[in-house]
Each structure stands twice: as C-alpha cells, then as structure tokens.
C-alpha cells in the first residue's frame, strides 16, 4: 500500500456502495486499485499517462473515472458516505465561515511589529490529521473528487464541441 492509497478501514467503508459490474463489458478491474490511482492524481496533479504502473493501465483509470464523474457516481458516493459518517456521529455540521482575503496597498500595509510566525515543521502536519477516523479522511478525500468531476463539467460545458 503506497502513501496517500485507502486504508483498509476507509475501504471497508467505501465498499458497500460501489457499483457492481454489469458484465456486459467484462469484469471491471478491481475497484481499490482503480480508486487508489484516481486519489493519486487528483493529489498529485500528474497526467493521466504518468500514473504509476502499480495502479494498472493509465487508461482504464481514467475511462473508471470520467464514466464515474459523468454518470454522477462520486457525488451519489459522496452523499452515501456523509450520511453513514452522520448517522456514526463522526461529522460536526457547525458553520465554518471563511472570508475573502483582500491584499492591502504596500502603504496602506504598516509595518511589522513582530517577528513572522514560524511555519511549523512536517512532521507536525502529520500529528494533525492522526486524530482523524476512517470516516472523516473518506469523506475528505471524496470532497477532492467531486470537486476535480466537478471541474470537469464546467470545464466541459463551456468549450465549443470538438467537429470531426
């Protein structure tokens, strides 16, 4: 299992919920290892091409993710799972709000009084997510794919069709 791959808890999870093969295609690869391919590149932003050949061929991650993104298959994945991590308790829907970040004039700045925050090591950044459960990790990774499939649509509906 490579960094960054579900764990067996987060799969055991995500499971329940995928959708089974038809077999009017063929047998669909396995499902992990697929999902564990489109999590690297949505993390990574590599091409399609570039993933590592322990995920399979490049392509068939990409068609599993693209079909998956089109037919609405994350976000009803998505859903599935913040209602088990609800229904667990494992979710906090208190009210986040964050504000736009307006730069300042140079002049209009001031000048510093104190001496710059240092920025926190790696391994702090590690400690900070160890408190997370499989639930919350799940659904955080889940939000980056909708997100990416999301992109994909406005990205798709904006474009001029492609004439053969």
């Not at 490049?58 to 068609?63: D, H, M, Q, R």
């Not at 991590?85 to 009210?95: K, M, N, P, Q, R």
């Not at 964050?98 to 920025?119: F, L, M, N």
């Not at 639930?135 to 001029?160: G, I, Y």
Request: net charge neutral.
């Amino acid at each position: 299992m490579g960094r960054g791959d579900l764990s067996d808890a987060e799969w055991e999870r995500l499971r329940p919920f995928l959708p089974v093969s038809n077999r009017r295609c063929g047998r669909w690869r396995d499902h992990r290892q697929v999902i564990d391919g489109i999590l690297y590149r949505v993390r990574t932003g590599v091409q399609w091409r570039d993933l590592p050949e322990r995920f399979g061929p490049w392509k068939t991650v990409y068609e599993r993710h693209r079909l998956w993104s089109a037919d609405g298959t994350w976000e009803r994945l998505l859903r599935q799972i913040q209602a088990e991590a609800d229904a667990a308790g494992e979710i906090d829907w208190g009210v986040s709000v964050d504000s736009s970040i307006v730069r300042a004039h140079q002049h209009a700045a001031g000048a510093r009084t104190d001496p710059p925050p240092v920025p926190p090591s790696k391994g702090d950044a590690a400690a900070e997510h160890q408190d997370e459960t499989p639930w919350q990790s799940l659904v955080a990774r889940l939000v980056e794919v909708v997100q990416e499939a999301r992109a994909w649509a406005a990205r798709a509906a904006v474009s001029p069709p492609s004439s053969t």
